[in-house]
């Protein structure tokens, strides 16, 4: 009975103790979690191979589609000036469909309801190339997730996904990334899991992937079934976490190992 | 889409030892992974990288399929004489891009 005492409690124990948010002061970008060498990679632009979909995004950004046969360059013009701080507040609330999207979903909305054109598909190089070009505007830009009172429910139901356990590890996001960051797994730094830089170049992927692959990975690393592509709560833990980060510089596109 | 990111120093003193950095886009295909239904995907990859100054070769490199996606070449090279760097990669499935940069010698 007491040896059962004694695992009853130890399992209690780390909840109890550990459950806290990161305090303001302590919150550090994957960047810093990084070797130097990878550091290196992220640092200089004409070695970092994020910089390539975002050369793509720029010629996407200027080339017509659509039935409307407008450019994004015809409406927003210069991307510098247009776009600058905008990746910085998404996932926004969006009027027409009472929730937030994220800014892949801003852009296909744009396409399909501005120049009259079919949705890229999620993952497809196009929209990682568009995404990472608007977002690469706001580099070095405070994140401001988050300040809109509407989305308020939805970082809610961000912050519960966060923290429930879920999968065949019953493991929920916060059991590594508020309690045990700057730990290791598997030898692997555990980060705190600041989305600043997406989407960015992991050296594993060999390629660009949005916040939403990211989060898919972790999901099916604990289990779970992940969400689809797209998915409400796949946006809204993105707007959690992007709140979570509030104040943080934006990096696009970082690279992660 | 395929695009390249050079970089090579604007200006440089005469027998300077300069950096050269490439990086070309590109999926690097081993030709080992199978697709579901068993077929393996077919390779395509970059086999060869060439830069030449103002004509004269002055780096080559033969690649395999081991070589990560994007690859990133870098080679040092003595600033001589101003003048123009070209690139070439040539790969599978008629792969074949092309960049060039000068360069100032004072």
Known sequence: ????????????????????????????????????????IQDDDTANPGMLWVLDGEA???????????????????????????????PAFDMA?????????????CRVNRQQATPLPFESRDLLALT??????????????????QLAPFIA?????????????????ANCHDDNWEKRLAGSAITQGHPTGYPLYRLEWQSLGSLQRRLRACIS????????????????????????????????????? | MASALINVPAKAKRGDIIEIKTLMSHIMETGYRHMASGEIVPRDIITSFACRFNGTEIFRADLFPAIAANPFITFFTTAIESGKFEF??????????????SITVE
């Open chain 2, 88 to 101: 070439e990669w040539v790969g599978d499935r008629g792969f074949s891009e092309t960049a060039s940069a």
């Open chain 1, 157 to 173: 139901r961000g912050r519960e996904l966060f923290m429930q356990r879920q999968g065949q590890l019953n493991l929920g996001c």
């Open chain 1, 1 to 40: 009975m007491r040896f059962i005492g004694i695992i009853v409690a130890a399992l209690l124990i780390p909840d109890a103790v550990c459950a806290a948010e990161i305090p303001q002061a302590e919150r550090r970008s994957g960047y810093s979690f990084m070797k130097p060498d990878t550091r290196a």
């Open chain 1, 60 to 90: 996407l950004w200027k080339r017509k589609a659509g039935a409307a046969d407008k450019a994004c360059a015809d409406c927003h013009d210069n991307a510098r000036i247009s776009m600058k701080g905008v990746a910085a507040r998404y």
């Open chain 1, 97 to 109: 469909l009472g929730r937030p999207v994220d800014l892949e979903q801003r852009i296909n909305s």
């Open chain 1, 221 to 257: 690393g604990i289990r779970a079934q992940p969400y689809d592509y797209g998915a409400p709560e796949l946006v809204e833990l993105e707007l959690y976490l992007m709140s979570r980060a509030r104040g943080m510089r934006m990096e696009t596109p970082a690279v992660r190992p």
């Open chain 1, 132 to 149: 990472a070009f608007v977002a690469r505007q706001s580099h070095g830009v405070a994140i401001e997730t988050g300040g809109d009172p």
